[in-house]
Each structure stands twice: as structure tokens, then as C-alpha cells.
């Protein structure tokens, strides 16, 4: 990122026979100097790749008044590092917390859009409120920017945080593949902008990439939260304001966002091996067995959940 100079792109443009190079000597290169024509030297704020020159240089300009120069370089990309130990996990991406890891890990969601709001909204009225074609519009219209820049930074460094960790940690990672546009057309639809949840499945996609890691989409139907992690029971009906809730079969307590995340794992290693280890008796009328038939209905009584499998077993009875 550059913001030294307060020269336009439009300053800098000129006709194509007169369109100086972007002067990137090999010891200026080495060093994280970039030479501008009009702008001078400049350090640049990140490493640069082991290259002697780069392949294309790129300047923008953002809305902010910001300049970004991005470089382009081939590179010999690091073989995997070998290891015995494969360790996975199962990440459950939601609204209040933005992932649940299978391990009980919760990473809380930070919220950046929703926290300055108010003050977004002051500074949009304030600009609404200017005369179009002044000044002081545009110096407002530049204010607007740069609180949403700083909004977008904030969001984007904790996402950056979250998917490095993840694909620094774990040789496997499940995830399901939610259909981030349709969750965005809803009642939540600010909340889900807020949580980019599409920007975490592209960065993990990529990074894994980067990294020789192994990433499994999980197939966004499957039941993950009303299904028991312990006994692959599954409930017909879980209402979205039970965060916990207990297995009438084995008697497990579940926390909702940890019971689904576990359960993505689980069929993320399924769809690895290649093979079908569910039981199918949960979708059959045989899911209960006869010495515990009558205790689980009457738990299912009590809790209020219930599951079709059992009920037809008992009718059939």
C-alpha cells in the first residue's frame, strides 16, 4: 500500500509512446524499493518474493485515495513437509460465533460492520446532505470511504487470522458448503454480509492449496446439528433457538454448534475413504432397539423432540 504522494492516476497516465517504465532495479528490488515515475522511491510495506525482477507491476487507486502496487512473480513453490500425523477437524461456520471447531474451539464473531454502524450512517447522512459538485462533498464522499476501508480491514485481518491458523494446524479440514448468496437474501442478510462467509470458504480454498493441505466440502443438507455425534441419532425437527439439546438414546448433552461440528468431520472422513458407514437404520422403522424403545419415546415425550423412525417402529408394535 502506498500513500505518500497525492498525485491522480489520471496524473500519471500519458500517451504510449511516452509511458515511462516502472524502474525496479535488482538492488532496489532486493532492498523493498519501487521507483514511480512522478512519485519517486518507495519502501514497500511486505517482503517481496526471491526473484531478481518481477513479471508485471500493477498500480491502482481505491476509493479511499489509497495506492496499491501488486507485482506478479513465478515462484518455486516449497515441497509438503512430510509428517506421521494427520491431525483433522470439523469447522461449523455460523452468525453468533463464526466457527466452531470440532475440538469445542469457539472463535467469537467480531462484528466490525455492525459495531460503527451508527457512525456510518452518520457520516453517509452528512454526505447526503452536501451540494453535488462541491468540495466539501467531495472531501465527504472521501470521509465515507475510508471509515468503510477501515471497516473492510479490520474484517478482512481477522478472517486472515482465522483461515491461516486453521490451514496451519490441521492436515484436513472439513467445512460445509453453504450457499453463502441465498443465507445473504434472507432476514439475516446483513448479519451474513458482516460474517463474509464466502470470503473464509475462498481463503481456505486457496490456502490449503498454498499449503499441500486437504479441504472437503460437506454437502450443505446433510443433518449435522439434530444428528448425535455419539450415537448417529437423528432428530426429525431441532428449532433454531435450541442451542443445546440432550440425546433421548444415549443420553448425551450436546452444545449445538460443537454437536454439528464433530458431525462434519465425521462425514468429511467418510467422504475421504470413499465409503458408507452411516447406519441406515436411522432412516428405516428398526433405528431403536425393542429394550429401550419405550424409554426413548417417553424421553422424546419429555423433551419435545422427536424422531419419525421411532414412532413408526411404535405403531407398528
Given at each position: 500500500?502506498?500513500?505518500?504522494?497525492?498525485?491522480?492516476?489520471?496524473?500519471?497516465?500519458?500517451?504510449?509512446?511516452?509511458?515511462?517504465?516502472?524502474?525496479?532495479?535488482?538492488?532496489?528490488?532486493?532492498?523493498?524499493?519501487?521507483?514511480?515515475?512522478?512519485?519517486?522511491?518507495?519502501?514497500?510495506?511486505?517482503?517481496?518474493?526471491?526473484?531478481?525482477?518481477?513479471?508485471?507491476?500493477?498500480?491502482?487507486?481505491?476509493?479511499?485515495?489509497?495506492?496499491?502496487?501488486?507485482?506478479?512473480?513465478?515462484?518455486?513453490?516449497?515441497?509438503?513437509?512430510?509428517?506421521?500425523?494427520?491431525?483433522?477437524?470439523?469447522?461449523?461456520?455460523?452468525l453468533k460465533h463464526l466457527a466452531t471447531l470440532s475440538t469445542g474451539e469457539k472463535i467469537e464473531n467480531p462484528k466490525r460492520y455492525q459495531k460503527r454502524l451508527r457512525y456510518l450512517r452518520q457520516q453517509q447522512r452528512s454526505l447526503s446532505r452536501r451540494q453535488k459538485g462541491s468540495r466539501r462533498r467531495e472531501r465527504q464522499k472521501l470521509r465515507v470511504a475510508r471509515a468503510h476501508a477501515k471497516v473492510?480491514?479490520?474484517?478482512?485481518?481477522?478472517?486472515?487470522?482465522?483461515?491461516?491458523?486453521?490451514?496451519?494446524?490441521?492436515?484436513?479440514?472439513?467445512?460445509?458448503?453453504?450457499?453463502?448468496?441465498?443465507?445473504?437474501?434472507?432476514?439475516?442478510?446483513?448479519?451474513?454480509?458482516?460474517?463474509?462467509?464466502?470470503?473464509?470458504?475462498?481463503?481456505?480454498?486457496?490456502?490449503?492449496?498454498?499449503?499441500?493441505?486437504?479441504?472437503?466440502?460437506?454437502?450443505?443438507?446433510?443433518?449435522?446439528?439434530?444428528?448425535?455425534?455419539?450415537?448417529?441419532?437423528?432428530?426429525?425437527?431441532?428449532?433454531?433457538?435450541?442451542?443445546?439439546?440432550?440425546?433421548?438414546?444415549?443420553?448425551?448433552?450436546?452444545?449445538?454448534?460443537?454437536?454439528?461440528?464433530?458431525?462434519?468431520?465425521?462425514?468429511?472422513?467418510?467422504?475421504?475413504?470413499?465409503?458408507?458407514?452411516?447406519?441406515?437404520?436411522?432412516?428405516?422403522?428398526?433405528?431403536?432397539?425393542?429394550?429401550?424403545?419405550?424409554?426413548?419415546?417417553?424421553?422424546?415425550?419429555?423433551?419435545?423432540?422427536?424422531?419419525?423412525?421411532?414412532?413408526?417402529?411404535?405403531?407398528?408394535?
Amino acid at each position: 500500500m502506498l500513500t505518500r504522494s497525492r498525485h491522480r492516476v489520471s496524473e500519471l497516465l500519458c500517451r504510449p509512446s511516452e509511458i515511462p517504465e516502472l524502474q525496479a532495479p535488482r538492488e532496489g528490488w532486493k532492498r523493498g524499493l519501487l521507483t514511480l515515475p512522478k512519485l519517486g522511491p518507495l519502501k514497500l510495506a511486505e517482503d517481496l518474493p526471491r526473484v531478481d525482477r518481477p513479471d508485471l507491476v500493477t498500480l491502482s487507486l481505491d476509493a479511499a485515495g489509497r495506492y496499491f502496487v501488486s507485482f506478479s512473480a513465478e515462484v518455486a513453490k516449497a515441497p509438503p513437509s512430510l509428517s506421521y500425523r494427520a491431525p483433522a477437524v470439523g469447522v461449523d461456520l455460523g452468525l453468533k460465533h463464526l466457527a466452531t471447531l470440532s475440538t469445542g474451539e469457539k472463535i467469537e464473531n467480531p462484528k466490525r460492520y455492525q459495531k460503527r454502524l451508527r457512525y456510518l450512517r452518520q457520516q453517509q447522512r452528512s454526505l447526503s446532505r452536501r451540494q453535488k459538485g462541491s468540495r466539501r462533498r467531495e472531501r465527504q464522499k472521501l470521509r465515507v470511504a475510508r471509515a468503510h476501508a477501515k471497516v473492510r480491514e479490520a474484517r478482512q485481518y481477522a478472517l486472515h487470522q482465522l483461515t491461516t491458523r486453521l490451514t496451519e494446524r490441521f492436515d484436513l479440514i472439513c467445512i460445509e458448503d453453504l450457499n453463502v448468496k441465498a443465507l445473504a437474501r434472507g432476514r439475516h442478510a446483513r448479519a451474513v454480509h458482516d460474517a463474509s462467509l464466502g470470503e473464509i470458504l475462498r481463503q481456505l480454498k486457496y490456502k490449503a492449496d498454498w499449503r499441500d493441505k486437504i479441504l472437503i466440502d460437506v454437502d450443505r443438507w446433510y443433518p449435522s446439528s439434530k444428528t448425535c455425534s455419539t450415537c448417529q441419532h437423528r432428530l426429525d425437527e431441532l428449532r433454531l433457538d435450541v442451542r443445546e439439546w440432550t440425546c433421548p438414546k444415549c443420553g448425551s448433552c450436546h452444545d449445538r454448534d460443537v454437536n454439528a461440528a464433530r458431525n462434519v468431520l465425521t462425514e468429511g472422513l467418510r467422504q475421504l475413504a470413499g465409503r458408507d458407514d452411516r447406519d441406515l437404520r436411522v432412516d428405516a422403522g428398526d433405528s431403536c432397539p425393542e429394550e429401550i424403545l419405550v424409554q426413548v419415546l417417553a424421553e422424546e415425550a419429555r423433551s419435545g423432540q422427536c424422531n419419525r423412525a421411532c414412532l413408526e417402529q411404535a405403531r407398528l408394535h
